[in-house]
């Protein structure tokens, strides 16, 4: 019991240092909020149009996880074959990093140079999550049955995290993710295209 409860505490500490807090070697919590920033934009420079967009990217996604969470459309190899796909795009959007950090952009325009940033920093955040997902995928792959029993002598918690609840939340991270990774998958075409254009304009 006290073992689960220190692996618990340690994961969920190892995940704040990671995506949450500002330090010097892993900028995950950067690369999130710039991306973020990049479509809902400063209060003086943001239009209705922002707040559409970040309502479409970002929330209506979490409600439709939500609900495909609590229909239980996930299958059990569900999780394998997702591993799969998710190593090889994150094997691409590495790719796509030294392509756009190569030094033949470094000498284009502004407006170009605006573009390749926020490409980058887009495939960057679509590696993060991909790995996020590649991670919480294959534990549930590895592990079938999550046992929540030393949470039981918590009154408060063990009314919140019973295995079911426990399997929608875990379930609508999983969807809400994958649909993201689709999201700005479209948006790196957009932004790519618009590269291309900027590019061999002349």
Known sequence: MLIKLFILIIA???FIYCFLVKQDYINVSQV???QIQSILKKKSERR???IYSFTNIYILPLLLAFFSALENIISNNFYDNIIVILAILVSVFLTLISILTSKSY???TEKQKIIVDLTFNNVYF?????T???ILCFLKSSISNIELNFLENIPIIC???TINNFKILFDTIVIYLIIEIVMHLLIVLKRIQQIFFIT???
């Open 48 to 50: 209705k149009s922002d």
């Open 200 to 202: 061999f304009e002349d």
């Open 106 to 108: 470094k000498t284009k």
């Open 132 to 134: 996020l997902l590649l």
């Open 159 to 161: 009314k919140i995290f």
């Open 32 to 34: 999130i909020r710039k």
């Open 12 to 14: 969920i500490y190892l």
């Open 126 to 130: 679509l590696t993060v999550i991909s």
